[in-house]
């Protein structure tokens, strides 16, 4: 029974669903109907489209109703930093979503459950279920609860700058040389590419990244860069 599966974790979220299908729909990654070939069983990506929109428009409302003294610029960075990915898997972690996912063997062969890019998705896939069961308010409730509550942890951290935008002035303003990003490989099915993009000042090679597109495995080489840099 679905109601059983999800017990726990709705008690911990304080939330009681109406649509138990539209929850399990939420944990359902793409790669669990490929293996199977259930047409008739869909994946969580419409819910997590839905969710990113929901998502953005509350942390937005969130900063602009908390924050008014600050500026578009700052308001912009503190949200990227609460919606980025990385954030987003930390939330999963926190709730413990990777348990309930719905993996093909292939992907839970290869640490699906723990992968970033896979957890972020299904926050949002979540968000999306709330809200379409729940309504705004309840969606709101959850992630003022535990998206916008972590804003101190991150700014007290730094994680609102963009990594590409501090490596680049940082580069600029020590060795003052400009950094770019090559392409070193794609793997993958298209639904689930893994892209590496190499950091290089000049022809030093500083760092790789790996992301699900080109963009988030830049800023991944960056963060690595900013660490072996000591930036």
Not at 89 to 113: P, Q, T, W
């Amino acid at each position: 029974m679905l109601e059983e599966r999800y017990k726990n974790l709705l008690n911990q979220l304080d939330i009681q669903f109406n649509d138990y299908q539209l929850l399990d729909l939420a944990f359902i990654h793409k790669s669990y109907v490929n293996e199977h070939h259930i047409s008739k069983v869909k994946h969580n990506e419409r819910l997590e489209f839905l969710g990113d929109a929901v998502l953005e428009l509350i942390v937005t409302k969130y900063l602009y109703l908390n924050y008014p003294q600050k500026e578009e610029g700052d308001l912009t960075n503190w949200r990227s930093a609460l919606v980025k990915g990385q954030h987003l898997a930390i939330i999963a972690n926190d709730l413990g979503l990777g348990v309930y996912l719905y993996l093909s063997k292939g992907e839970e062969r290869s640490g699906g459950r723990k992968k970033n890019y896979i957890l972020a998705n299904t926050v949002e896939a979540l968000i999306g279920a709330i809200y379409l069961d729940q309504g705004y308010e309840s969606a709101e409730n959850f992630i003022v609860k535990y998206i916008t509550s972590r804003l101190d942890y991150i700014l007290k951290l730094g994680e609102y700058v963009d990594a590409k935008s501090k490596f680049q002035e940082k580069s600029q303003e020590i060795i003052g040389i400009t950094p770019d990003y090559r392409f070193i490989s794609e793997t993958g099915p298209d639904h689930q590419k893994e892209f590496i993009m190499a950091l290089f000042i000049g022809e030093e090679k500083i760092a790789e990244g790996k992301g699900s597109s080109k963009q988030k495995a830049e800023q991944q080489a960056a963060i690595n860069g900013l660490k072996v840099k000591g930036w």
